[in-house]
Every structure is written in C-alpha cells, then in structure tokens.
C-alpha cells in the first residue's frame, strides 16, 4: 500500500505544511499491512515526564474543553437551487460516524427541498466500487464519497467527473476543502493535524507526562493511517511517554477483532497500560466487553479516548464511566447540513465555503448529557443562506 497521498486543495497549504511537519516528526511510520499489530515504533521513555509540553497540553485542553461558542461557520451565500438529488455512497453505514454524516444530510435534504438515497458500501472494496458504480449510473446531481479513499474508486470518480457531477468527499483525503486530485468540489473534515495532536495533548495531560499507550487505527483508509500517524508524532513529542502498541484493525473487522486483542494486550501490558487512543470510537464500544471480562474497572486505567467520531455510544460511554473517558467528536449532524450547503454553492456556480469546524473535547464533565456534539447555530445559519 502507497503511503496517503495528501491531496492538492485550494487555500490548504498551510494545514498541509503542519501536517506534514509532524509527521517527520516521529521516527518510525506505520506499516500498511491489513490487520497488523506493531511493537513500540514510537517508545521514547524518561522517568522525568516533560513538564514543558505537559503544561503547554494542559492549556490547549483546557481551551478544546470550551463549550457554548457562538456560531463561526458561514452566514452569507446562495440562496436554495431546487429540485436536486444527492447519492452519499457510504464507506459502510456500520460506521457511526459515516451514518451521523449521512443523517445530518438526510435532515438538511428535507429543509432545502431535495431528495436523497443513500448506498451502503459495506466496507469492502468491491462493495465500495460496486456502490460508486451505481451512484454514477443514477446520474445524480451531486455524489458524496463518504468515508473512503477515492482511489479505490478512480474509474467511478473520472466518470462522475467526466459527466459533470460535482463530488463532495466527507474524511475523504486528509485536508478540508477542494481537491483537484482527486477531483473534489471539497471535503468535509476537521483538520486531521488538529484532531491528532488535541489526542495526543489530553494523553499527555491526563497523565501528567507519564503514560504507556496503546493505538488503534485503520491503516487500509488513507485518512485513518494519517491521523494514527501524527498521534504516534504528538505522543513522541513527550519522554515520559510509550507507545507500547500499535494496532491495526480495518473498521469493518472491529467487531470481532477488537475483543481479542484487547484479551492479548492485557497479558502483555497488564500494568504498564495506562491510555489508549483509537481513530475511530468504535473501537472502544468493542473493547469494552473484553476490558469488562478481565475486570476492569470502567473508568480506567486504561483511560480511553477516541480521535474521532463523537457518535451517541460514545458519549453515552463517557457519561456512564464504561471503558471511554473523552472523545474527539466531529459535528456530524452539521457536516451533514455543510454537504449540503456545499452541493448548493456547487450548483450555484459558487466556490466552497472553506469552512472547517473547530476542535472540541468532550469529557462526562463538560457534556451536560448530551450525546452530540455540534457548533451551535448552524441550523439556523444555513436555512437563513438558503431562505428556508
């Protein structure tokens, strides 16, 4: 497997610079192989912590911990274009994340007046080329890669593009906003770099300096091995800090595989475990019966926390002490109303929104019980765009 290729986006060279620089920042790469687990690639150790970036994580948490912020997405542009239809081809609908997009598109859909279908990829590759086929043979207005690599599709992609069907990618290459290879109208994302390193800060705040880790990821998804590799980055940038594993499990795996190796790694690491990060929250909804068989306690250790997606059993874990302590939530719900609003500047003959929501971590202590975490305001900021 080729290493993620990061995209070229208009207005994205900064993102992309930062990116880039930390991910030389760590002194081994991951593997691409389906399915691996990896030993500590990234294992700096120190009995002094770092107080120095210790106390800069600290801040920076604090300030992601921030709730009731006003709205600072876009409040001005195209009014509604009717009488269109959106396809949202799913990576697999089993993923929270992909579904809450595809929800948040569906609510959005029915304010400004159109009709949507969505085709679940199932998380394979065939299923995936298989649902992009028939996304371009229902010549919709607007295709939305959901969740996977356009690669993997290249053919379906040059057909859309070649018939004039815009393409609106959610997680779908590493940076927000327009592409040209792949060719993007834009992508719907918070930026990976910002989401990787807030991961890795609340470890190294969480344990002041002092933890040993353990790392779940999807290296066949571009986006996910990008994300697990700046955090393995941010991690390093801390000498009290061990990555003691690195976990490859492909998302649709999770399920089964995820129990088991959670069995092997408390064997290998039944004391030294303190913290664990994984790209996606699922990972943990499928940890927790096997943290829960060996005995242990559902607020830690390990103190768990999810670079991603925020879905409701995510915080549902979080709020009752089961086997999560945070997440890193995308707005799923609003991401599913800026696919929107960016299909309307699309056909509009408008530019993207440039639009990038901010980072947030979401703790028992600052979620009021909810199970979601959007920037408030935007339902109402768009259907005012749109005079809905």
């Known amino acids: 497997m080729t290493p993620a290729r990061a995209p070229r986006p208009r207005g994205a060279a900064a993102p992309?610079?930062?990116?880039?620089?930390?991910?030389?920042?760590?002194?081994?790469?991951?593997?691409?192989?389906?399915?691996?687990?990896?030993?500590?690639?990234v294992a700096t150790t120190g009995p002094g912590g770092c107080p120095a970036v210790q106390a800069s994580a600290g801040a920076a948490v604090a300030r992601a911990e921030r709730?009731?912020?006003a709205?600072?997405?876009?409040?001005?542009?195209?009014?509604?274009v009717s009488g269109r239809t959106v396809v949202f081809v799913?990576?697999?609908m089993t993923n929270p994340g992909v579904a809450g997009v595809a929800n948040g598109l569906r609510e959005a859909a029915r304010v400004i007046g159109w009709d949507v279908r969505v085709i679940d990829g199932a998380g394979s590759p065939a299923g995936i080329q298989a649902a992009m086929s028939e996304a371009v043979a229902l010549r919709p207005s607007g295709i939305v890669i959901g969740g996977f690599d356009p690669d993997s599709t290249a053919q379906q992609v040059a057909e859309a593009d070649a018939d004039g069907i815009p393409l609106v990618g959610w997680h779908a290459v590493v940076a927000p906003g327009p592409s040209r290879r792949p060719p993007l109208f834009t992508n719907v994302t918070t930026r990976v770099e910002d989401v990787a390193r807030i991961s890795a800060q609340w470890i190294i705040a969480n344990s002041a300096g002092r933890a040993g880790v353990v790392l779940f990821t999807d290296?066949?998804?571009?986006f996910a091995r990008t994300?697990?590799?700046?955090?393995?980055?941010?991690?390093?940038?801390?000498?009290?800090?061990?990555?003691?594993?690195?976990?490859?499990?492909?998302?649709p795996d999770a399920s089964s595989r995820t129990p088991r190796e959670i069995a092997s790694l408390l064997a290998r690491f039944p004391d030294t475990w303190t913290h664990s990060v994984a790209i996606n929250d699922l990972y943990f909804a499928d940890a927790a019966?096997?943290?829960?068989?060996?005995?242990?306690?559902?607020?830690?250790?390990?103190?768990n926390i999810g670079a991603g997606d925020g879905d409701p059993s995510a915080f549902q874990r979080i709020d009752s002490g089961q086997y999560q302590a945070a997440t890193v939530p995308e707005p799923l719900s609003q991401q599913?109303?800026?696919?929107v609003d960016e299909f309307n500047r699309a056909f509009a003959g408008r530019p993207a929104s440039g639009y990038v929501a901010p980072t947030h971590v979401s703790t028992a202590a600052n979620s009021a019980g909810a199970t979601t975490w959007n920037p408030p305001g935007y339902r109402e900021a768009y259907r005012r765009i749109w005079g809905r």
């Open 16 to 41: 992309r610079a930062v990116a880039l620089a930390l991910l030389a920042g760590a002194a081994v790469l991951t593997g691409c192989q389906r399915g691996s687990s990896d030993g500590p690639a």
């Open 67 to 69: 709730t009731g912020t």
């Open 71 to 80: 709205w600072d997405g876009p409040t001005t542009g195209p009014g509604a």
């Open 90 to 92: 799913a990576e697999t």
């Open 219 to 222: 290296a066949s998804v571009p």
């Open 227 to 251: 994300k697990s590799d700046l955090i393995r980055a941010g991690l390093a940038a801390c000498a009290g800090v061990r990555l003691l594993a690195y976990e490859n499990i492909p998302i």
């Open 289 to 303: 019966p096997a943290f829960r068989a060996a005995g242990r306690k559902g607020t830690g250790p390990p103190f």
């Open 336 to 339: 599913g109303w800026q696919i």
